[in-house]
Nanobody
C-alpha cells in the first residue's frame, strides 16, 4: 500500500495560482487511481479532481473545471494539481487520496489518504 504526502499549499490572492503535489511511496503507484478532495471549515470533504492510473482520463468537480488541471508522473510517483484563477471559495484543506483500480468520485472509494495541505485564498 502506498503512503501519500502532499505539499504546495499556502496563501495566495484571488486570481493567483498554486500547484499542489502529492508524492507516493511504494512501487505500485501506477496501479492506483488518484484523487484530490478538499474540506473547508464546517463543511464535508468534497471531490475536486481525479485521474486514472494511466494519466489519460481525468474528472473534475464543476466548481473547478477550466481552472484546475490534474496530472501525474508515474516515473516520479507524483500527482500534480495545478490551480489557476483561485477564488476565496477554494480555501480549504486539500487531501490527496489513492485507490486501486479505476477512478471514483466519492471519499468512501479511496483507501489511502495524505495528511492534507492548507490552501488559503484571500480576496
Amino acid at each position: 500500500q502506498v503512503q501519500l504526502v502532499e505539499s504546495g499549499g499556502g496563501l495566495v490572492q484571488a486570481g493567483g495560482s498554486l500547484r499542489l503535489s502529492c508524492a507516493a511511496s511504494g512501487r505500485t503507484f501506477a496501479g492506483y487511481a488518484m484523487g484530490w478532495f478538499r474540506q473547508a471549515p464546517g463543511k464535508e470533504r468534497s471531490f475536486v479532481a481525479a485521474i486514472e492510473r494511466s494519466g489519460v482520463g481525468t474528472r473534475y468537480a464543476d466548481s473547478v473545471k477550466g481552472r484546475f488541471t490534474l496530472s501525474r508522473d508515474n516515473a516520479k510517483n507524483t500527482v500534480y494539481l495545478q490551480m489557476n484563477s483561485l477564488k476565496p471559495e477554494d480555501t480549504a484543506v486539500y487531501y490527496c487520496a489513492a485507490r486501486l483500480g479505476f477512478v471514483v468520485l466519492t471519499t468512501a472509494g479511496y483507501t489511502v489518504w495524505g495528511q492534507g495541505t492548507q490552501v488559503t485564498v484571500s480576496s
